[in-house]
């Protein structure tokens, strides 16, 4: 066979070996779709990226302005394939370049003595540099006071508790501020993880509340762990035990996401709420454990776009959206969602609770999926709230509830009341929809709904109905 016979064959060969593989390397989007927070996830492959179909129709729409020759679309398509790759290796490989510091290295001990001064200078030498990690070492137990931690940092900021924090055991030591232990203020792209322990160390507080010993006026107790005007937030994969009242608290932040968080106190504790979220938005709870003597998350007015999903709660007081409207107060809550819980042995299930003489609102309000097991009061929506000694005189004005969906709710009433709405005289309840929800009572004993000043539809199997 001649040389310039061969040639042809090769070129030809070549040509539609080379028109195959580009032609394959066009066929449908690219989906990046493991960097995920699915449960047991790698806790720094925080987000989903995907290149979805939509660009693809825009990509088509272009080329038929300007169709580009053989060469460019080559080009075009490998660089894009090759900055998704690169974006790819950057996600999933942790940055060399981050600076670690231990508060050891500032003079922590983790053997009892006091460390918040070797925590302060810990935390000043990492928020003032840039890409700094915070690291709290493992099979120590840090004693701290009362401490700030304050922002804005240098750059993006975590703190690795792999150790314990255990709170002071002395109340004098709480004198400048009754109301904190732990606060993490104005600090923006932060992240506290790492697996370890945060104890509240709360008895001696409990006993010297006014709910245990009534005989003892009624004090303020520190929040154990605050966080306050934090802006793209991540907390996960912690354990956060017997806080001295509330365990964790967002107040005022945007953009949260607390994830994998064990929360747990005595059932006896008073007020020892394990989430609480005021005036936050965008906040997503998701695959918590929540056992303590209060609430196991409360919202409160200021919060907005509030996801809890995957939460396991008792004993305590349910999940719980107020109280609102307390001493006259104005306060919003909006777009809240429920989703996948399960409550045992709660002194309440799913709540909606307002004083009298409040305003304002609670609207667009979905619980779903949830299991009720031996649950007082399952459903439950109170305007008049009263959680003081003395009865509470009846008021005019009242927060305005609307558009709430109680949706695939089963299980077990441990009252006779499973269902019930004590809604406003005066702002009586509107848009409350009950949709395939089955409560009955442990053994023979019966139940029933009480419903007062509400517009209610029912949808699908509702037992028991109004």
Same mark, same amino acid.
């Given at each position: 066979m001649s040389p310039q016979i061969n040639f042809l064959v090769l070129f030809i060969i070549l040509g539609a070996s080379f028109s195959s593989c580009f032609s394959s390397y066009q066929e449908g989007p690219l989906t990046i779709d493991h960097l995920d927070d699915t449960h047991g996830s790698d806790p720094r492959r925080a987000y989903t990226t995907s290149i979805s179909n939509n660009t693809d129709h825009q990509q088509d729409q272009d080329r038929d302005k300007h169709e580009p020759g053989f060469v460019d679309?080559? +080009?075009?398509? =490998? #660089?894009? *394939? &090759?900055g998704m790759k690169r974006r790819l290796r950057r996600a999933q490989t942790p940055s060399t370049s981050q600076r670690l510091v231990s508060v050891d290295q500032f003079g922590a001990k983790g @053997?009892? *003595? @006091?460390? $918040?001064?070797? &925590? *302060? %200078? =810990?935390?000043? =030498? #990492?928020?003032s540099s840039a890409n700094s990690v915070l690291v709290v070492p493992k099979y120590r137990n840090y004693h701290l006071k009362a401490i700030t931690f304050s922002g804005p940092c240098k750059s993006d900021m975590t703190l690795m508790v792999y150790g314990t924090i255990k709170a002071s055991s002395h109340r004098s030591d709480y =004198? %400048?501020?009754? *109301?904190h232990w732990l606060v993490f203020e104005n600090i923006q792209n932060f992240v506290v993880e790492g697996g370890g322990s945060i104890n509240g160390n709360g008895r001696k507080w409990w006993l010297n509340s006014c709910k245990i010993n009534k005989n003892l006026p009624c004090t303020h107790a520190p929040t154990a762990v605050t966080f306050l005007g934090c802006n793209n937030l991540r907390v996960s994969n912690l354990r956060i %035990?017997? #806080?001295?009242? +509330?365990?964790? $608290? &967002?107040?005022?932040? @945007?953009n949260v996401k #607390?994830?994998?968080?064990?929360?747990?106190a005595p059932g006896n504790s008073p007020n020892t709420d394990g989430i609480h979220v005021t005036g936050t938005q965008n906040i997503n709870i998701e695959n918590c454990v929540i056992r303590t003597g209060d609430d196991c998350i409360s919202i409160v007015s200021g919060s907005k776009n509030v996801r809890a999903t995957d939460i396991t709660c008792g004993p305590g007081h349910g999940i719980s959206i107020g109280s609102l409207g307390a001493d006259g107060s104005t306060d919003y809550v909006s777009n809240v969602i429920?989703?996948?819980a399960r409550l045992s042995g709660t002194t309440n299930g799913v709540r909606i609770k307002t004083w009298q003489g409040g305003s304002g609102y609670a609207k667009n309000i979905l619980f779903q999926n949830i299991e009720m097991n031996n649950v007082s009061n399952p459903i439950i929506i109170d305007q008049n709230y009263c959680d003081?000694?003395?009865p509470c005189r009846e008021q005019g004005s009242a927060v305005q509830i609307s558009t709430v $969906?109680?949706?695939n709710i089963q299980g077990t009433s441990a009252s006779e009341d499973a269902v019930k709405f004590q809604c406003s005289k005066s702002m009586p309840c509107e848009g409350i929809s009950l949709q395939n929800v089955d409560l009955v009572r442990a053994g023979d004993a019966d139940v029933q709904a009480s419903c007062d000043n509400v517009g209610l539809a029912n949808k699908g199997k509702v037992f028991p109905r109004c």
């Open positions: 679309r080559i +080009m075009m398509s =490998a #660089a894009k *394939r &090759f @053997d009892g *003595r @006091d460390d $918040t001064e070797a &925590f *302060r %200078k =810990a935390w000043q =030498a #990492a928020c =004198a %400048k501020d009754t *109301r %035990k017997n #806080a001295q009242q +509330m365990h964790v $608290t &967002f107040q005022n932040c @945007d #607390a994830l994998n968080l064990l929360v747990t429920v989703d996948r003081q000694d003395t $969906t109680y949706r």
